[in-house]
Protein backbone atom coordinates (compact mmCIF):
# COMPACT_ATOMS: atom_id res chain seq x y z
CA UNK A 1 0.00 0.00 0.00
CA UNK A 2 1.43 3.79 -0.62
CA UNK A 3 2.02 5.89 1.70
CA UNK A 4 0.29 8.48 2.28
CA UNK A 5 2.09 11.62 0.93
CA UNK A 6 4.58 9.42 -1.72
CA UNK A 7 4.77 10.22 -5.42
CA UNK A 8 2.02 8.24 -7.05
CA UNK A 9 3.45 6.10 -10.01
CA UNK A 10 0.99 3.96 -12.40
CA UNK A 11 2.88 0.35 -12.04
CA UNK A 12 3.07 -0.17 -15.66
CA UNK A 13 4.96 3.54 -17.39
CA UNK A 14 8.52 3.69 -16.87
CA UNK A 15 9.63 7.02 -15.17
CA UNK A 16 11.62 9.28 -17.65
CA UNK A 17 14.27 8.14 -15.36
CA UNK A 18 13.94 4.59 -15.43
CA UNK A 19 14.16 4.65 -20.04
CA UNK A 20 16.55 3.75 -22.26
CA UNK A 21 19.85 5.51 -21.96
CA UNK A 22 23.40 4.76 -23.42
CA UNK A 23 26.69 5.21 -21.64
CA UNK A 24 29.84 5.01 -23.57
CA UNK A 25 31.55 1.80 -23.09
CA UNK A 26 34.62 2.13 -20.85
CA UNK A 27 37.77 -0.14 -22.31
CA UNK A 28 40.93 -0.16 -20.58
CA UNK A 29 43.99 0.33 -22.64
CA UNK A 30 46.59 -2.06 -22.26
CA UNK A 31 49.45 -1.30 -20.81
CA UNK A 32 52.19 -2.02 -23.57
CA UNK A 33 49.90 0.81 -25.83
CA UNK A 34 50.42 2.94 -22.50
CA UNK A 35 53.92 2.15 -22.37
CA UNK A 36 54.75 2.63 -26.19
CA UNK A 37 52.91 6.19 -25.96
CA UNK A 38 55.58 7.20 -23.21
CA UNK A 39 58.32 6.11 -24.90
CA UNK A 40 57.33 7.37 -28.45
CA UNK A 41 56.96 11.05 -26.62
CA UNK A 42 61.04 10.30 -24.77
CA UNK A 43 62.16 10.03 -28.31
CA UNK A 44 60.34 12.70 -29.99
CA UNK A 45 61.36 15.32 -27.30
CA UNK A 46 64.83 14.07 -27.41
CA UNK A 47 65.07 13.94 -31.41
CA UNK A 48 63.56 17.57 -31.54
CA UNK A 49 65.50 19.27 -28.47
CA UNK A 50 68.49 20.02 -30.71
CA UNK A 51 65.88 22.02 -32.72
CA UNK A 52 64.25 23.70 -29.96
CA UNK A 53 67.23 24.13 -27.64
CA UNK A 54 69.66 24.51 -30.66
CA UNK A 55 72.40 26.87 -27.84
CA UNK A 56 71.82 24.55 -24.80
CA UNK A 57 71.85 21.39 -26.14
CA UNK A 58 75.21 22.77 -28.09
CA UNK A 59 76.61 24.08 -24.71
CA UNK A 60 75.59 20.57 -22.59
CA UNK A 61 77.44 18.44 -25.81
CA UNK A 62 80.31 20.43 -25.52
CA UNK A 63 81.07 19.85 -21.88
CA UNK A 64 80.26 16.54 -22.11
CA UNK A 65 82.77 16.19 -25.04
CA UNK A 66 85.41 17.99 -23.04
CA UNK A 67 84.64 16.05 -19.54
CA UNK A 68 84.54 12.95 -21.87
CA UNK A 69 88.10 13.73 -23.68
CA UNK A 70 89.93 15.93 -21.27
CA UNK A 71 88.24 14.80 -17.98
CA UNK A 72 87.05 17.27 -15.39
CA UNK A 73 90.36 20.17 -16.27
CA UNK A 74 89.00 19.97 -19.74
CA UNK A 75 85.65 20.76 -18.18
CA UNK A 76 86.56 23.86 -15.74
CA UNK A 77 88.87 25.19 -19.07
CA UNK A 78 86.03 25.34 -21.08
CA UNK A 79 84.11 26.90 -18.33
CA UNK A 80 86.49 29.65 -17.28
CA UNK A 81 87.21 30.06 -21.61
CA UNK A 82 83.06 30.71 -21.48
CA UNK A 83 82.70 32.78 -18.93
CA UNK A 84 86.13 35.24 -19.70
CA UNK A 85 84.60 35.20 -23.80
CA UNK A 86 80.95 36.29 -22.34
CA UNK A 87 82.25 39.07 -19.25
CA UNK A 88 84.43 40.26 -22.61
CA UNK A 89 81.16 40.54 -25.05
CA UNK A 90 79.34 41.98 -22.45
CA UNK A 91 81.40 44.44 -21.24
CA UNK A 92 82.29 45.73 -25.12
CA UNK A 93 79.16 44.82 -26.58
CA UNK A 94 76.57 45.08 -23.75
CA UNK A 95 73.35 45.55 -26.66
CA UNK A 96 74.36 42.51 -28.48
CA UNK A 97 74.87 40.50 -25.30
CA UNK A 98 71.70 41.35 -23.99
CA UNK A 99 69.87 40.64 -27.02
CA UNK A 100 71.71 37.55 -27.25
CA UNK A 101 71.99 36.16 -24.14
CA UNK A 102 69.76 37.77 -20.89
CA UNK A 103 66.74 38.08 -23.00
CA UNK A 104 66.75 34.64 -24.37
CA UNK A 105 67.82 33.51 -20.71
CA UNK A 106 65.08 35.46 -19.49
CA UNK A 107 62.72 34.38 -22.23
CA UNK A 108 63.61 30.47 -20.99
CA UNK A 109 63.10 31.30 -17.74
CA UNK A 110 59.59 33.01 -18.29
CA UNK A 111 58.57 30.18 -20.72
CA UNK A 112 59.34 27.51 -17.86
CA UNK A 113 58.42 29.02 -14.67
CA UNK A 114 55.43 31.49 -15.41
CA UNK A 115 53.64 30.33 -18.64
CA UNK A 116 54.06 26.87 -18.62
CA UNK A 117 53.56 26.51 -15.11
CA UNK A 118 50.55 28.51 -14.97
CA UNK A 119 49.33 28.10 -18.43
CA UNK A 120 46.75 25.63 -17.65
CA UNK A 121 45.09 26.78 -14.30
CA UNK A 122 44.93 30.81 -15.82
CA UNK A 123 43.41 29.09 -19.16
CA UNK A 124 41.33 26.95 -17.61
CA UNK A 125 40.06 29.38 -15.27
CA UNK A 126 39.46 32.34 -17.63
CA UNK A 127 37.34 30.39 -19.89
CA UNK A 128 39.98 29.48 -22.94
CA UNK A 129 40.26 26.24 -22.26
CA UNK A 130 37.74 23.95 -24.39
CA UNK A 131 36.12 20.70 -24.67
CA UNK A 132 34.92 18.33 -27.05
CA UNK A 133 33.76 15.11 -26.41
CA UNK A 134 34.74 14.98 -22.79
CA UNK A 135 38.55 15.81 -23.63
CA UNK A 136 39.84 19.51 -22.69
CA UNK A 137 41.94 21.17 -25.72
CA UNK A 138 43.99 24.19 -24.38
CA UNK A 139 45.66 26.70 -26.81
CA UNK A 140 49.31 25.63 -27.15
CA UNK A 141 52.18 27.99 -26.28
CA UNK A 142 54.79 27.65 -29.32
CA UNK A 143 57.48 30.45 -28.43
CA UNK A 144 57.88 33.20 -25.50
CA UNK A 145 60.28 36.03 -26.06
CA UNK A 146 61.39 38.66 -24.35
CA UNK A 147 63.01 42.08 -25.25
CA UNK A 148 63.70 45.15 -22.50
CA UNK A 149 60.09 45.87 -21.68
CA UNK A 150 57.96 42.80 -22.37
CA UNK A 151 57.25 38.80 -23.02
CA UNK A 152 55.74 37.94 -25.98
CA UNK A 153 54.23 34.39 -25.89
CA UNK A 154 53.15 33.24 -29.48
CA UNK A 155 50.05 30.93 -28.93
CA UNK A 156 48.68 28.13 -31.65
CA UNK A 157 44.45 28.69 -31.27
CA UNK A 158 42.44 25.77 -30.78
CA UNK A 159 40.85 24.92 -33.73
CA UNK A 160 37.05 26.75 -33.42
CA UNK A 161 38.09 29.29 -31.15
CA UNK A 162 39.23 32.86 -32.47
CA UNK A 163 41.39 36.03 -30.93
CA UNK A 164 38.43 37.66 -29.89
CA UNK A 165 37.74 34.86 -27.12
CA UNK A 166 41.43 36.26 -25.71
CA UNK A 167 41.04 39.69 -26.72
CA UNK A 168 37.27 40.22 -24.43
CA UNK A 169 39.97 38.31 -21.78
CA UNK A 170 43.09 40.23 -21.35
CA UNK A 171 42.33 40.97 -17.70
CA UNK A 172 42.01 37.78 -16.83
CA UNK A 173 45.14 36.99 -18.10
CA UNK A 174 47.40 39.79 -17.12
CA UNK A 175 46.84 39.17 -13.53
CA UNK A 176 46.89 35.21 -14.42
CA UNK A 177 50.23 36.06 -15.07
CA UNK A 178 51.50 38.71 -13.10
CA UNK A 179 51.50 41.39 -16.13
CA UNK A 180 49.95 44.99 -15.53
CA UNK A 181 48.42 44.43 -19.13
CA UNK A 182 47.90 41.73 -21.70
CA UNK A 183 47.85 42.54 -25.56
CA UNK A 184 46.82 40.60 -28.27
CA UNK A 185 48.19 40.60 -31.72
CA UNK A 186 46.89 38.55 -34.35
CA UNK A 187 49.55 36.99 -36.63
CA UNK A 188 47.73 34.70 -39.44
CA UNK A 189 45.18 32.27 -38.58
CA UNK A 190 45.14 30.17 -35.71
CA UNK A 191 47.90 32.27 -34.42
CA UNK A 192 48.49 34.77 -32.36
CA UNK A 193 50.77 36.75 -29.84
CA UNK A 194 50.27 37.60 -26.06
CA UNK A 195 51.86 40.35 -25.21
CA UNK A 196 52.35 40.77 -21.09
CA UNK A 197 54.43 43.98 -20.37
CA UNK A 198 57.04 43.40 -17.28
CA UNK A 199 57.08 46.85 -16.28
CA UNK A 200 55.52 50.10 -16.90
CA UNK A 201 57.72 51.77 -19.14
CA UNK A 202 55.05 54.71 -19.33
CA UNK A 203 55.63 55.67 -15.51
CA UNK A 204 57.98 58.68 -15.82
CA UNK A 205 57.41 61.74 -17.67
CA UNK A 206 60.07 62.81 -20.26
CA UNK A 207 61.06 66.78 -21.25
CA UNK A 208 59.71 68.31 -24.69
CA UNK A 209 61.68 66.24 -27.18
CA UNK A 210 64.24 68.04 -29.55
CA UNK A 211 62.78 70.01 -32.71
CA UNK A 212 63.43 67.71 -36.06
CA UNK A 213 65.49 69.64 -38.23
CA UNK A 214 63.02 68.86 -41.13
CA UNK A 215 59.78 67.40 -39.65
CA UNK A 216 57.88 64.89 -41.41
CA UNK A 217 54.13 66.32 -40.89
CA UNK A 218 52.78 62.89 -41.30
CA UNK A 219 54.95 61.81 -38.83
CA UNK A 220 55.61 63.65 -35.74
CA UNK A 221 57.72 62.39 -32.93
CA UNK A 222 54.99 63.81 -30.20
CA UNK A 223 56.17 61.03 -27.37
CA UNK A 224 56.87 57.63 -27.19
CA UNK A 225 54.92 54.34 -27.20
CA UNK A 226 55.01 51.56 -24.44
CA UNK A 227 57.54 49.57 -26.53
CA UNK A 228 60.30 52.34 -26.12
CA UNK A 229 59.31 53.39 -29.92
CA UNK A 230 58.55 57.39 -31.10
CA UNK A 231 55.32 58.03 -31.05
CA UNK A 232 54.55 59.82 -34.28
CA UNK A 233 51.12 61.54 -34.89
CA UNK A 234 50.07 62.18 -38.58
CA UNK A 235 48.62 65.30 -39.19
CA UNK A 236 48.92 66.26 -43.13
CA UNK A 237 46.03 64.28 -44.70
CA UNK A 238 44.12 63.41 -41.46
CA UNK A 239 42.09 65.11 -38.66
CA UNK A 240 42.78 64.42 -34.74
CA UNK A 241 40.66 63.88 -31.88
CA UNK A 242 42.11 64.11 -28.39
CA UNK A 243 39.57 63.67 -25.28
CA UNK A 244 40.63 63.28 -22.12
CA UNK A 245 39.32 64.49 -18.68
CA UNK A 246 40.44 67.85 -17.42
CA UNK A 247 44.27 67.52 -16.16
CA UNK A 248 44.59 64.25 -18.54
CA UNK A 249 47.34 66.55 -20.44
CA UNK A 250 45.59 67.00 -23.83
CA UNK A 251 47.87 70.40 -23.68
CA UNK A 252 51.07 68.04 -23.75
CA UNK A 253 49.92 66.09 -27.01
CA UNK A 254 49.19 69.41 -28.69
CA UNK A 255 52.01 71.13 -27.61
CA UNK A 256 54.39 68.50 -28.27
CA UNK A 257 52.61 68.66 -31.97
CA UNK A 258 53.51 72.48 -32.16
CA UNK A 259 56.99 72.13 -31.36
CA UNK A 260 57.63 69.45 -33.74
CA UNK A 261 56.16 71.29 -36.53
CA UNK A 262 58.00 74.52 -35.66
CA UNK A 263 60.72 74.29 -38.58
CA UNK A 264 57.81 74.06 -40.99
CA UNK A 265 56.02 77.11 -39.23
CA UNK A 266 59.30 79.16 -39.61
CA UNK A 267 59.82 78.42 -43.26
CA UNK A 268 56.23 79.06 -43.88
CA UNK A 269 55.30 75.85 -45.28
CA UNK A 270 53.11 75.17 -42.23
CA UNK A 271 50.72 77.51 -40.33
CA UNK A 272 48.97 76.66 -37.22
CA UNK A 273 45.90 78.53 -36.33
CA UNK A 274 44.32 78.28 -32.71
CA UNK A 275 41.02 78.71 -31.05
CA UNK A 276 41.52 78.89 -27.06
CA UNK A 277 38.34 79.47 -25.34
CA UNK A 278 40.04 78.80 -22.04
CA UNK A 279 42.32 81.55 -23.01
CA UNK A 280 45.48 79.39 -20.76
CA UNK A 281 46.21 76.76 -23.09
CA UNK A 282 47.51 78.35 -26.11
CA UNK A 283 47.68 81.79 -25.33
CA UNK A 284 51.21 81.09 -24.07
CA UNK A 285 52.20 80.95 -27.47
CA UNK A 286 50.21 83.40 -29.53
CA UNK A 287 52.98 84.42 -31.45
CA UNK A 288 53.46 81.13 -33.09
CA UNK A 289 50.40 81.14 -34.72
CA UNK A 290 49.14 82.67 -37.99
CA UNK A 291 45.37 83.35 -36.41
CA UNK A 292 44.64 83.26 -32.98
CA UNK A 293 40.94 83.30 -31.26
CA UNK A 294 39.50 83.11 -27.89
CA UNK A 295 35.87 83.92 -28.12
CA UNK A 296 32.96 82.58 -29.99
CA UNK A 297 32.90 85.10 -32.33
CA UNK A 298 36.70 85.25 -33.30
CA UNK A 299 36.45 81.51 -33.11
CA UNK A 300 33.37 80.92 -35.64
CA UNK A 301 35.11 83.68 -38.28
CA UNK A 302 38.66 81.99 -37.75
CA UNK A 303 37.18 78.52 -38.85
CA UNK A 304 35.00 80.15 -41.77
CA UNK A 305 38.12 81.71 -42.99
CA UNK A 306 39.42 78.67 -43.02
CA UNK A 307 36.98 76.84 -44.74
CA UNK A 308 36.80 79.82 -47.48
CA UNK A 309 40.78 79.36 -47.87
CA UNK A 310 40.48 76.06 -48.39
CA UNK A 311 38.04 75.71 -50.62
CA UNK A 312 39.45 78.37 -52.73
CA UNK A 313 42.63 76.25 -52.74
CA UNK A 314 40.19 72.97 -53.88
CA UNK A 315 39.17 74.93 -56.21
CA UNK A 316 42.55 75.56 -57.64
CA UNK A 317 43.60 72.14 -57.30
CA UNK A 318 40.16 70.99 -59.18
CA UNK A 319 41.40 68.79 -62.53
CA UNK A 320 45.32 69.30 -61.86
CA UNK A 321 46.03 67.50 -58.76
CA UNK A 322 44.50 64.95 -56.22
CA UNK A 323 46.77 66.05 -53.33
CA UNK A 324 48.19 68.53 -51.20
CA UNK A 325 52.75 68.69 -50.71
CA UNK A 326 53.27 72.04 -48.32
CA UNK A 327 54.62 75.44 -49.84
CA UNK A 328 54.98 78.49 -48.86
CA UNK A 329 52.36 79.31 -51.63
CA UNK A 330 50.05 76.39 -50.08
CA UNK A 331 51.20 75.75 -46.71
CA UNK A 332 49.89 73.12 -44.40
CA UNK A 333 47.29 74.99 -42.34
CA UNK A 334 46.38 73.51 -39.19
CA UNK A 335 43.68 74.68 -36.71
CA UNK A 336 43.76 73.52 -33.34
CA UNK A 337 41.30 73.40 -31.13
CA UNK A 338 41.29 73.33 -27.44
CA UNK A 339 38.06 72.43 -25.86
CA UNK A 340 36.02 71.92 -29.31
CA UNK A 341 32.47 71.52 -27.24
CA UNK A 342 32.91 75.24 -26.19
CA UNK A 343 31.71 76.01 -29.53
CA UNK A 344 29.92 73.12 -30.51
CA UNK A 345 27.60 72.52 -27.40
CA UNK A 346 28.26 75.25 -24.72
CA UNK A 347 28.52 78.49 -25.99
CA UNK A 348 25.18 80.23 -25.12
CA UNK A 349 24.71 81.44 -28.82
CA UNK A 350 22.86 79.19 -31.07
CA UNK A 351 23.79 81.11 -34.17
CA UNK A 352 27.68 80.47 -33.19
CA UNK A 353 27.18 76.97 -31.76
CA UNK A 354 25.29 75.87 -35.47
CA UNK A 355 27.83 78.07 -37.34
CA UNK A 356 31.01 76.40 -36.10
CA UNK A 357 29.69 73.07 -35.84
CA UNK A 358 29.27 73.70 -39.69
CA UNK A 359 32.43 74.81 -40.45
CA UNK A 360 34.33 72.19 -38.13
CA UNK A 361 32.26 69.67 -40.53
CA UNK A 362 33.02 70.90 -43.87
CA UNK A 363 36.89 70.95 -42.61
CA UNK A 364 36.95 67.19 -41.65
CA UNK A 365 35.76 66.28 -44.33
CA UNK A 366 37.03 67.98 -47.30
CA UNK A 367 40.26 69.76 -46.11
CA UNK A 368 42.48 66.33 -45.99
CA UNK A 369 43.66 66.44 -49.90
CA UNK A 370 44.21 70.19 -49.49
CA UNK A 371 46.59 70.51 -46.73
CA UNK A 372 43.66 71.49 -43.93
CA UNK A 373 43.74 69.70 -40.76
CA UNK A 374 42.33 69.70 -37.40
CA UNK A 375 43.73 68.89 -34.31
CA UNK A 376 41.10 69.16 -31.67
CA UNK A 377 40.81 68.49 -27.76
CA UNK A 378 37.35 67.34 -25.74
CA UNK A 379 36.80 67.22 -22.44
CA UNK A 380 33.36 64.75 -22.45
CA UNK A 381 33.14 62.57 -25.49
CA UNK A 382 29.31 61.58 -25.57
CA UNK A 383 27.61 62.55 -28.49
CA UNK A 384 25.17 65.53 -26.93
CA UNK A 385 28.15 67.28 -26.26
CA UNK A 386 30.19 66.05 -29.65
CA UNK A 387 28.61 64.43 -32.21
CA UNK A 388 31.43 65.16 -35.19
CA UNK A 389 33.83 62.66 -33.35
CA UNK A 390 33.08 60.34 -36.28
CA UNK A 391 34.75 62.85 -38.95
CA UNK A 392 38.17 62.93 -37.18
CA UNK A 393 39.41 59.67 -38.39
CA UNK A 394 42.44 59.42 -35.61
CA UNK A 395 41.94 59.99 -32.02
CA UNK A 396 43.85 59.90 -28.76
CA UNK A 397 42.03 58.59 -25.65
CA UNK A 398 44.09 60.11 -23.01
CA UNK A 399 42.13 59.25 -19.12
CA UNK A 400 38.76 59.18 -19.28
CA UNK A 401 36.00 59.29 -16.66
CA UNK A 402 33.76 56.08 -17.86
CA UNK A 403 34.63 52.61 -19.25
CA UNK A 404 31.82 53.39 -21.59
CA UNK A 405 34.03 56.21 -23.20
CA UNK A 406 36.71 54.29 -24.32
CA UNK A 407 35.17 52.68 -26.95
CA UNK A 408 33.67 56.11 -28.36
CA UNK A 409 36.69 57.83 -28.99
CA UNK A 410 39.09 54.37 -29.98
CA UNK A 411 36.40 52.62 -31.90
CA UNK A 412 34.39 49.86 -31.10
CA UNK A 413 36.48 46.37 -29.47
CA UNK A 414 39.09 48.97 -27.93
CA UNK A 415 38.53 48.49 -24.75
CA UNK A 416 38.01 45.02 -24.91
CA UNK A 417 41.42 44.96 -26.46
CA UNK A 418 42.78 46.31 -23.83
CA UNK A 419 42.94 50.42 -23.66
CA UNK A 420 42.03 51.02 -20.39
CA UNK A 421 41.77 54.72 -20.71
CA UNK A 422 39.16 55.12 -17.87
CA UNK A 423 42.14 52.97 -15.21
CA UNK A 424 45.00 55.28 -16.72
CA UNK A 425 46.51 56.65 -12.79
CA UNK A 426 46.04 60.59 -12.84
CA UNK A 427 49.35 60.87 -11.70
CA UNK A 428 49.99 60.12 -15.14
CA UNK A 429 48.75 62.94 -17.10
CA UNK A 430 49.92 62.85 -20.65
CA UNK A 431 49.39 58.77 -20.79
CA UNK A 432 46.93 57.36 -23.27
CA UNK A 433 45.90 54.94 -25.67
CA UNK A 434 46.08 55.36 -29.64
CA UNK A 435 44.99 52.96 -32.96
CA UNK A 436 47.72 52.94 -35.21
CA UNK A 437 46.37 52.86 -39.10
CA UNK A 438 48.81 49.28 -39.32
CA UNK A 439 46.63 47.41 -36.41
CA UNK A 440 43.26 47.44 -35.08
CA UNK A 441 44.54 46.73 -31.47
CA UNK A 442 45.40 49.56 -29.40
CA UNK A 443 48.77 51.11 -28.50
CA UNK A 444 49.83 52.64 -25.28
CA UNK A 445 51.50 56.45 -25.50
CA UNK A 446 53.08 59.29 -23.63
CA UNK A 447 53.41 62.56 -25.15
CA UNK A 448 56.10 64.63 -24.14
CA UNK A 449 55.64 67.20 -21.26
CA UNK A 450 56.12 70.82 -23.18
CA UNK A 451 56.32 73.22 -19.81
CA UNK A 452 56.08 76.99 -19.94
CA UNK A 453 59.35 77.62 -20.31
CA UNK A 454 60.20 75.43 -23.48
CA UNK A 455 56.74 77.37 -24.82
CA UNK A 456 58.17 79.97 -23.91
CA UNK A 457 61.79 79.32 -25.89
CA UNK A 458 59.95 78.17 -28.72
CA UNK A 459 58.26 81.56 -28.79
CA UNK A 460 61.53 83.51 -28.47
CA UNK A 461 63.09 81.29 -31.64
CA UNK A 462 60.56 80.58 -34.47
CA UNK A 463 57.20 83.29 -33.29
CA UNK A 464 55.60 84.06 -36.71
CA UNK A 465 56.06 88.31 -38.10
CA UNK A 466 52.47 89.22 -39.25
CA UNK A 467 54.15 89.75 -42.55
CA UNK A 468 55.41 86.39 -43.06
CA UNK A 469 51.56 85.06 -42.11
CA UNK A 470 49.86 87.74 -43.91
CA UNK A 471 47.85 88.64 -40.71
N1 LIG B 1 52.90 64.60 -20.90
C1 LIG B 1 52.95 64.99 -19.63
N2 LIG B 1 53.89 64.51 -18.81
C2 LIG B 1 53.94 64.90 -17.51
N3 LIG B 1 53.11 65.77 -16.95
C3 LIG B 1 52.15 66.30 -17.73
C4 LIG B 1 52.01 65.94 -19.09
N4 LIG B 1 50.96 66.61 -19.60
C5 LIG B 1 50.47 67.35 -18.61
N5 LIG B 1 51.17 67.18 -17.48
C6 LIG B 1 50.89 67.79 -16.16
O1 LIG B 1 49.49 67.73 -15.96
C7 LIG B 1 48.94 69.03 -15.79
C8 LIG B 1 47.62 69.14 -16.56
O2 LIG B 1 47.90 69.05 -17.94
P1 LIG B 1 47.06 69.79 -19.05
O3 LIG B 1 46.74 71.18 -18.63
O4 LIG B 1 47.76 69.60 -20.34
O5 LIG B 1 45.75 68.93 -19.02
P2 LIG B 1 44.48 69.15 -19.90
O6 LIG B 1 43.97 67.82 -20.25
O7 LIG B 1 44.77 70.09 -21.04
O8 LIG B 1 43.50 69.81 -18.87
P3 LIG B 1 42.38 70.93 -19.14
O9 LIG B 1 41.36 70.29 -20.02
O10 LIG B 1 41.88 71.27 -17.79
O11 LIG B 1 43.12 72.05 -19.81
C9 LIG B 1 50.01 69.98 -16.31
O12 LIG B 1 50.03 71.16 -15.59
C10 LIG B 1 51.28 69.24 -16.11
O13 LIG B 1 51.81 69.50 -14.82
Known amino acids: ?44 FLVTLPFRFPVMVACLAASFAAWWWLGWPGLAGLWTTALVVSLVWWRTWPDSYRYCVTLRLLAWWRHVFVYRRHWQPVLVISGLAESYQERRYLPRIRRVMCDIWADRVRVSLVAGTSPADFETRVAELAHGFAAPSCRVIVNRPRDITLEFPRRDTLAEPFDALPTP ?21 RLHGTHVLVAGVTGSGKG ?8 AMLPAIDSGTAQVWAIDPKRMELAYGRDLFAHYADDGESAVALLELAVAQMQDRARRYAGKRRSH ?14 EVAFLTAYHPDRDIRKRSENAIATLTSQGRSVGFSVLAALQDPRKEVMNLRNLFPDKVALRLDEASQVDMILGEGARDRGANAHLIDP ?40 EEVGR
Open 325 to 338: TPTTEDPFVLVVLD
Open 427 to 466: TFPGVGYVRMETSPAPVRVRAAYVSDDDITAMTDVYAASD
Open 252 to 259: SVIWSAVR
Open 1 to 44: MAKIGAAQTPPTLPTPAQGVRWTTPIVETPGIVVLASWIWRLVR
Open 213 to 233: DAPELDALHVGQREDGSPWRL
